[in-house]
């Protein structure tokens, strides 16, 4: 049971739009701590995709974007192309016990 | 451009310990910015996040595993170790190591290695 919850998949077709939602807590989202999002492609280590809630690192695409709200975040992708499709996460810190860094379970996105 | 890169055995007995390394390349381990942690990821399955380091010898542990982890820093040799006691069948899983940063964002990852605890 990951801390962070994300949807187990969603899908879209070619040029469409989707959206991928990571609910948190009042000790970890809700306590504005930073979100950062991942795109891990099949049999390779994750790539810092959104970092800091809505920065994109330097060759980042501007389709890809991220947002906050309250307890929970967003990963919004925008004109979906088939090499899109890979497992996203959400990452952020909890504050509880002695702090640590928590994980999103994970959300396959197929481009169909 | 900073590059990591996991290293140790792939095959552990149960109950044994296991042990890797993380080799830091294209900038200084010791660089006052960073810290430097292991994640894993069992086949199928989600990231988890076992623990990080600062260079001043600093730890933070995942509560579910503090009891078995420790994590250690060789500054001489660029270098970072992870070493996990008692292991058990539910710890097969491509461990990562990474880089920290201010707000917790992890901008630098190794490609994974692959340990299986069997017997």
């Known amino acids: 049971q990951s801390v962070l919850t994300q949807p187990p998949s969603v899908s879209g077709a070619p040029g469409q739009r989707v959206t991928i939602s990571c609910t948190g807590s009042?000790?970890?989202?809700?306590?504005?701590?930073?979100v950062h999002w991942y795109q891990q492609l099949p049999g390779t280590a994750p790539k810092l995709l959104i970092y800091?809630?809505?920065n994109r690192p330097s060759g980042v695409p501007d389709r890809f974007s991220g947002s906050t709200s309250g307890t929970s975040a967003s990963l919004a992708i925008t004109g979906l192309q088939a090499e899109d499709e890979a497992d996203y996460y959400c990452?952020?810190?909890?504050?509880?016990?002695?702090?640590?860094?928590?994980f999103g379970g994970g959300t396959k996105l197929t481009v169909l | 451009q900073v590059q990591l890169q996991e290293s140790g055995p792939g095959l552990v007995k149960p109950s044994q310990t296991l042990s890797l390394t993380c080799a830091v390349s294209?900038?200084?381990?010791?660089?006052?910015?960073?810290?430097w942690t292991w994640i894993r990821q069992p086949a199928g399955k989600g990231l988890e996040w076992i623990g990080r380091i600062y260079t001043s010898g600093s730890t933070n542990y995942n509560p579910s595993l503090k009891s078995r982890v420790t994590i250690s820093v060789d500054t001489s040799k660029n270098q970072f170790s992870l070493k996990l006691s008692s292991v058990t069948a539910a710890d097969t899983a491509v461990y990562y190591c990474?880089?920290?940063?201010?707000?917790?964002?992890?901008?630098?990852w190794g490609q994974g290695t692959l340990v299986t605890v069997s017997s």
């Open positions: 294209g900038g200084s381990i010791s660089s006052g910015h960073y810290y």
């Open positions: 990452q952020s810190y909890d504050s509880s016990l002695s702090g640590y860094v928590v």
């Open positions: 990474a880089r920290g940063r201010f707000g917790e964002r992890l901008d630098y």
């Open positions: 800091g809630n809505s």
């Open positions: 009042r000790s970890n989202i809700g306590a504005s701590s930073d």
